[in-house]
């Protein structure tokens, strides 16, 4: 029936719990008749899934599902190991137009390429995953490739599935676009009340439509916590601006609170992460003797190199007053994610 389950996907377990996401029919077509407004797929089109899991949720989406349903042609791959030429030969054999692939990779991917005057002029897109991109690849891609970097936001419970950059819109490299149609969305403060619209908003995103469970497998808990009525709360800080173009800020655990005002830990982090010596960097909320939240910059060092807390305050002296760490602390390693991020879930927990 349309609506037996027929997977079953992990989420990140970005609290420390991981849960069990449902996925039936109903979800998976629904999910991919929305993305045909960002991939807007002709007979001609060719996928390629290159070094990467399908069993993860966005490969299986993006790289799988979509593709097959749309009537798509699909190139699986894991060339991690390949010499260029010959991934080149075989994209221009396969006429590959969309590659959905590992953000961490684009840019070395198209430098391989650049760097011996390999062109492949049936690619259209490279959608990443959920790793970080630097600025500069955007331009690249665009320039050296006439080939845009599509940026798509979701989630494990929206079948990946929520905004994305347009094919034809320009809209700004590190956004992610616009909400697609086909999904329902509000932003929400603290309290849960909507933010008025006629201004920039910044708060939790919340959403709802066909492409949702109504609940985590064996998880009532969760459920009751995330998906509440019709509308599930990602939990997922969210900037929209006038146009509507979207930006993922933070997760809402990770956001600090000073005054009544959220701040953004990662524009401390990227403050700090400029000193030569640092070599990782996360920003949290912790507590002073009398119970009260400091900003706290939890830091480790680069081997070999000094460096201690009051140079760091005197380099975070360039960021508003509101911005600025109370707390400086040192330590060896810090905990880090199965995604390749501090795992600041953990961190929170060691200074609890």
């Not at 609290?15 to 996925?23: F, L």
């Not at 619209?197 to 439509?209: D, H």
């Not at 939890?298 to 002296?317: D, T």
Request: charge should be neutral; proline fraction near 5%.
């Amino acid at each position: 029936a349309d609506n037996d389950v027929v997977a079953l996907f992990e989420t990140s377990g970005a609290t420390g719990k991981p849960k069990w996401v449902p996925y039936t029919h109903t979800m998976i077509q629904q999910a991919c008749l929305i993305l045909k407004s960002i991939y807007r797929v002709n007979a001609i089109d060719t996928f390629m899934t290159y070094n990467a899991s399908l069993m993860h949720p966005f490969y299986f989406m993006h790289g799988l599902m979509f593709p097959l349903i749309s009537g798509a042609a699909i190139d699986i791959s894991d060339y991690a190991a390949t010499a260029p030429e010959e991934l080149a030969k075989e994209m221009l054999e396969a006429k590959v137009s969309r590659v959905i692939m590992k953000a961490t990779l684009i840019h070395d991917w198209l430098m391989n390429f650049k760097n011996l005057n390999l062109k492949i002029p049936t690619l259209r897109s490279i959608t990443p995953d959920f790793g970080a991109i630097n600025p500069a690849t955007y331009e690249m891609a665009l320039q050296e490739f006439n080939v845009k970097i599509l940026n798509i936001y979701g989630s494990v419970e929206s079948c990946w599935a929520v905004a994305a950059r347009q094919f034809e819109e320009p809209e700004p490299a590190q956004s992610v676009g616009r909400f697609l149609p086909g999904v329902k969305t509000r932003i929400v403060d603290e309290n849960g009340d909507d933010i008025p619209g006629n201004k920039k908003q910044m708060g939790q995103l919340i959403i709802s439509g066909t492409t949702l469970p109504t609940s985590y497998h064996n998880n009532k808990e969760a459920t009751k916590m995330n998906m509440r009525g019709a509308w599930f709360f990602t939990g997922d800080m969210v900037e929209v601006d006038k146009q509507g173009i979207v930006k993922f800020v933070d997760r809402k655990d990770n956001m600090l609170s000073v005054l009544k005002e959220w701040v953004v830990p990662a524009t401390i982090e990227e403050c700090i992460a400029k000193m030569g010596a640092v070599d990782k960097v996360a920003v949290i909320h912790t507590k002073d003797s009398f119970g009260k939240n400091i900003i706290t910059a939890v830091i480790a060092k680069k081997h070999g190199s000094e460096l201690n807390g009051q140079e760091v305050q005197a380099h975070c002296a360039t960021l508003p007053e509101k911005h600025r760490p109370h707390s400086i602390v040192f330590m060896n390693e810090l905990p880090m994610s199965p995604r390749g991020f501090v795992d600041k879930y953990k961190l929170r927990y060691e200074f609890k």
